[in-house]
């Protein structure tokens, strides 16, 4: 009898421990996973204020991490938080030290712990086509040729250099006062290029993606990718040796690049990068409701996915509406409700969207940058998390989330319906794109289909009602702005003007 418990009790045993093996490798599936997730690009200065002094700082993020979760976030891009002399960190002078103002090293691995317990990535601006002046590694090297670090940047002491213009528009060298003689410098005078045609500056960066992902980094957004060189080929070289690199480490670490260009110039990336961002198809979505023309958006989505992905189908396009370059969606489109079109969009596409914090509040901001990238305002009365580094030229009282989490109509509870739809149904993170003709040029029928499931994203950008051709049957209405309970369509679907209709058959 003993023995029959004995091995009843082993048996039990064994399947517990089987069961919970197969839930921890889910948990950890689920954690690798990048392509569906949608991430939230956080300028870590303007974002929430936890030491009162009027700066955002890394605690703040680790504060915010639930209120991202519950809008329906599962990643974070942090931009530059390594030590610079900037406000916005593009200019690094020490990679393996944290901004002051923003917290210590600490701070950063406690931000990762309690992002990881809540299945939120982390991701960090990894900014090594330059360094700042202020970089040991130039100090040294512009005030002596015998330096070590003397070939870390390219220079020249031909006083012609002067005159050349980057294929972006800009100077290309700025003078050396120091040795009378010229530093390669394409962004900026205080940011001289590094030179990748030498392997100590290639084994420099590799070391410091170690530090960050030994410490538990889940990838990188790389800064200005089609910089290295002035040669597409040669970058992509580079980034795939990188990419090498940085996956020996981790094997499911994701490496996202800005390639800012037409889709055609992005396309070969795709053999070097998990990730690009999707400047071609922001740019269609802000002028084609602008303009009323998103009937043809479907189609082009697609052939811009196929283009993307044709030669590394595991390839994950990032689309997105606004950035820190750019002037934010709010103020392209000057309204609420084409706001949620945009959103509709492109929080329904395959991919890894990327939202710009305060996006989700309606902020808005047009150039110059510092106006792009002002406080998020957590409260129009209690302002002691608001970051205080500028003033706001928002209107506090429309977009201060306390606000927003009042009115059931606001643009924050339209976001977070979305990504609710997004992270509960396959088809809106997986799903193949088709268009379905609506003959009206400002209405789009988007299908996405995965598996058995298909869901319709309906959105009427003109001010007329109109009727569209869809498939009979009845249709589950899973989000629609105008409130309707029900939708059954007898060959035709009757849509009102200014309609965000999302339905599954």
Same mark, same amino acid.
């Given at each position: 009898?003993?023995?029959?418990?004995?091995?009843?009790?082993?048996?039990?045993?064994?399947?517990?421990?089987?069961?919970?093996?197969?839930? /921890?490798?889910? $948990? /950890?599936?689920?954690?690798?996973? #990048? @392509?569906?997730?949608?991430? #939230?690009?956080?300028?870590?200065?303007?974002?929430?204020?936890?030491?009162?002094?009027?700066?955002?700082?890394?605690?703040?993020? +680790?504060?915010?991490?639930?209120?991202?979760?519950?809008?329906? *976030?599962?990643?974070?891009?942090?931009?530059?938080?390594?030590?610079?002399?900037? #406000?916005?960190?593009?200019?690094? +002078?020490?990679?393996?030290?944290?901004? &002051?103002?923003?917290?210590?090293?600490?701070?950063?691995?406690?931000?990762?712990?309690?992002?990881?317990?809540?299945?939120?990535?982390?991701?960090?601006?990894?900014?090594?086509?330059?360094?700042?002046?202020?970089?040991?590694?130039?100090?040294?090297?512009?005030?002596?040729?015998?330096?070590? !670090?003397?070939?870390?940047?390219?220079?020249?002491?031909?006083?012609?250099?002067?005159?050349?213009?980057?294929?972006?528009?800009?100077?290309?060298?700025?003078?050396?006062?120091?040795?009378?003689?010229?530093?390669?410098?394409?962004?900026?005078?205080?940011?001289?290029? =590094?030179?990748?045609?030498?392997?100590?500056?290639?084994?420099?960066?590799?070391?410091?993606?170690?530090? #960050?992902?030994?410490?538990?980094?889940?990838?990188?957004?790389?800064?200005?990718?089609?910089?290295?060189?002035?040669?597409?080929?040669?970058?992509?070289?580079?980034?795939?040796? !990188?990419?090498?690199?940085?996956?020996?480490?981790?094997?499911?670490?994701?490496?996202?690049?800005? *390639?800012?260009?037409?889709?055609?110039?992005? $396309?070969?990336?795709?053999?070097?990068?998990?990730?690009?961002? %999707?400047?071609?198809?922001? @740019?269609?979505?802000?002028?084609?409701?602008?303009?009323?023309?998103?009937?043809?958006?479907?189609?082009?989505?697609?052939?811009?996915?196929?283009?993307?992905?044709?030669?590394?189908?595991?390839?994950? &396009?990032? &689309?997105?509406?606004?950035?820190?370059? /750019?002037?934010? *969606?709010?103020?392209?489109?000057?309204?609420?409700?084409?706001?949620?079109?945009?959103? $509709?969009?492109?929080?329904?596409?395959?991919?890894?969207? !990327?939202?710009? !914090?305060?996006?989700?509040?309606?902020?808005?901001?047009?150039? &110059?940058?510092?106006?792009?990238?002002?406080?998020?305002?957590?409260? %129009?009365?209690? +302002?002691?998390?608001?970051?205080?580094?500028?003033?706001?030229?928002?209107?506090?009282?429309?977009?201060?989330?306390?606000?927003?989490?009042?009115?059931?109509?606001?643009?924050?509870?339209?976001?977070?319906? =979305? =990504?609710?739809?997004?992270?509960?149904?396959?088809?809106?993170?997986?799903?193949? *794109?088709?268009?379905?003709?609506?003959?009206?040029?400002?209405?789009?029928?988007?299908?996405? +289909?995965?598996?058995?499931?298909?869901?319709?994203?309906?959105?009427?950008?003109?001010? $007329?009602?109109?009727?569209?051709?869809?498939?009979?049957?009845?249709?589950?209405?899973?989000?629609?702005?105008?409130?309707?309970?029900?939708?059954?369509?007898?060959?035709?679907?009757?849509?009102?003007?200014?309609?965000?209709?999302?339905?599954?058959?």
């Amino acid at each position: 009898m003993r023995k029959k418990v004995s091995i009843a009790m082993s048996l039990i045993l064994i399947v517990s421990l089987f069961l919970g093996c197969s839930k /921890q490798t889910v $948990a /950890q599936k689920d954690q690798q996973n #990048y @392509d569906g997730r949608t991430f #939230y690009e956080i300028f870590v200065r303007s974002f929430n204020d936890s030491n009162g002094d009027g700066i955002g700082d890394l605690n703040g993020v +680790t504060e915010k991490l639930d209120y991202l979760k519950d809008l329906g *976030v599962n990643g974070i891009w942090l931009m530059p938080i390594n030590d610079s002399p900037s #406000y916005h960190g593009y200019d690094v +002078t020490d990679y393996y030290k944290i901004n &002051p103002q923003y917290g210590t090293m600490e701070d950063l691995k406690k931000l990762l712990q309690e992002a990881h317990k809540r299945d939120i990535k982390v991701s960090m601006d990894m900014v090594i086509n330059h360094t700042s002046t202020e970089n040991k590694w130039f100090k040294e090297a512009r005030a002596d040729k015998n330096s070590k !670090y003397r070939d870390y940047y390219i220079w020249s002491s031909d006083s012609s250099v002067e005159d050349v213009i980057s294929k972006m528009n800009t100077k290309t060298w700025t003078k050396n006062d120091v040795l009378n003689d010229y530093y390669y410098s394409i962004f900026s005078e205080s940011m001289p290029d =590094l030179n990748y045609d030498n392997k100590e500056v290639r084994q420099e960066v590799k070391n410091i993606a170690k530090y #960050y992902i030994d410490m538990g980094l889940d990838g990188f957004r790389l800064d200005a990718a089609k910089w290295i060189y002035e040669d597409d080929s040669k970058n992509i070289q580079w980034w795939q040796e !990188y990419s090498s690199y940085c996956k020996s480490l981790n094997k499911n670490f994701i490496l996202t690049g800005e *390639v800012w260009d037409n889709l055609y110039a992005i $396309a070969p990336y795709q053999e070097a990068l998990d990730s690009t961002f %999707n400047f071609p198809l922001a @740019d269609s979505i802000n002028k084609g409701l602008s303009s009323q023309s998103i009937e043809d958006l479907p189609s082009e989505i697609k052939d811009n996915y196929s283009i993307l992905k044709e030669k590394n189908k595991n390839f994950v &396009p990032a &689309p997105f509406l606004s950035n820190h370059d /750019q002037n934010r *969606v709010m103020s392209n489109l000057g309204d609420i409700e084409k706001a949620k079109m945009a959103a $509709a969009i492109y929080l329904t596409l395959p991919g890894t969207p !990327y939202i710009y !914090y305060g996006e989700e509040t309606g902020m808005t901001g047009a150039k &110059p940058d510092e106006h792009i990238r002002e406080p998020f305002i957590w409260d %129009n009365k209690d +302002t002691s998390k608001n970051t205080k580094w500028m003033e706001s030229t928002n209107d506090i009282d429309k977009i201060a989330l306390n606000v927003q989490k009042e009115d059931k109509n606001s643009i924050y509870n339209f976001y977070k319906k =979305l =990504l609710q739809l997004r992270n509960n149904y396959k088809a809106l993170r997986l799903g193949e *794109v088709d268009k379905i003709e609506t003959n009206d040029s400002g209405v789009l029928n988007m299908k996405r +289909t995965y598996d058995k499931d298909s869901i319709y994203v309906i959105v009427n950008s003109t001010s $007329a009602d109109c009727k569209i051709p869809l498939e009979k049957g009845k249709y589950e209405v899973l989000l629609d702005n105008k409130e309707n309970k029900k939708v059954k369509s007898n060959g035709t679907l009757e849509v009102k003007a200014g309609e965000i209709l999302i339905i599954k058959k």
